[in-house]
């Protein structure tokens, strides 16, 4: 299973661009990356997801490098409410078509006034 | 809305005592799974079900057991739980993807303390 790298911590200014960074050099040329947000202890949210273009959408983008081992999630204007652990995962499908997430420990993002 | 329940959502049980965390999702989602989360560990695969009647291990499977008997059900079942089953577990759902399509919905956790 291809491996995630993300930094433990992160803070960021409320109303400021959050980039949040992924390294996943191992990643295979089928496999997706996903990120996931956890706020608190609750379940984990869906936050977007891409293959090889930059993606977007009403929460988020996501910019992944050309060769594919690196991506960088941004959240262009950040909350108090976006306080949460981040988590860059590369979803493994398998031949049969079941999808499996592999976890990380995540980024903790901090969003302060 | 879409939803996946679990419960209970908190639970203080003795070592040795069976119990049962159930989990329902409303989408009509072939695949469910559970997970578990320990700090620093983050969250592991327990066991994983791509249909009724039909389940597998998942990364960390020992001293737990599933069933699918029902497409929308897929209960954990601890027969007999031990302290280091101490944990917050997760269940989740998706469908079948093709393109990378499909999203991945999660419960929103059951704490669970063997003392």
């Known amino acids: 299973d291809a491996k995630t790298t993300q930094p433990p911590s992160m803070d960021c200014a409320e109303g400021r661009a959050a980039n949040l960074p992924c390294n996943h050099s191992t990643i295979s040329g089928n496999e997706y990356v996903y990120w996931y947000r956890q706020i608190h202890s609750q379940g984990p949210q869906y936050i977007i997801h891409?293959?090889?273009n930059n993606e977007t959408n009403e929460m988020a983008s996501l910019i992944i490098t050309e060769d594919r081992k690196s991506s960088t999630l941004i959240l262009p204007h950040a909350t108090l409410r976006d306080t949460a652990v981040y988590y860059c995962i590369v979803r493994v499908e398998f031949g049969t078509g079941f999808q499996k997430l592999v976890f990380g420990t995540g980024t903790r993002l901090l969003v302060s006034p | 809305e879409a939803q996946v329940t679990q419960n209970p959502r908190y639970l203080i049980t003795v070592t040795g005592k069976k119990l049962t965390v159930t989990c329902s999702q409303n989408?009509?989602?072939?695949?469910m799974s559970w997970y578990r989360q320990d700090p620093g560990l983050g969250l592991r695969q327990i066991y994983y079900s791509m249909n009724v009647e039909v389940t597998d291990k998942g990364d960390v499977p020992e001293g737990y057991k599933v069933s699918r008997k029902e497409k929308r059900n897929f209960p954990l079942i601890l027969e007999s739980p031990s302290p280091n089953q101490t944990s917050l577990y997760f269940c989740?759902?998706?469908?079948?993807?093709?393109?990378?399509?499909?999203?991945?919905?999660f419960g929103e956790g059951s704490w669970l303390t063997v003392v």
């Open positions: 989408m009509n989602h072939e695949y």
């Open positions: 989740a759902s998706s469908s079948p993807s093709s393109g990378g399509l499909g999203t991945i919905y």
């Open positions: 891409g293959l090889k």
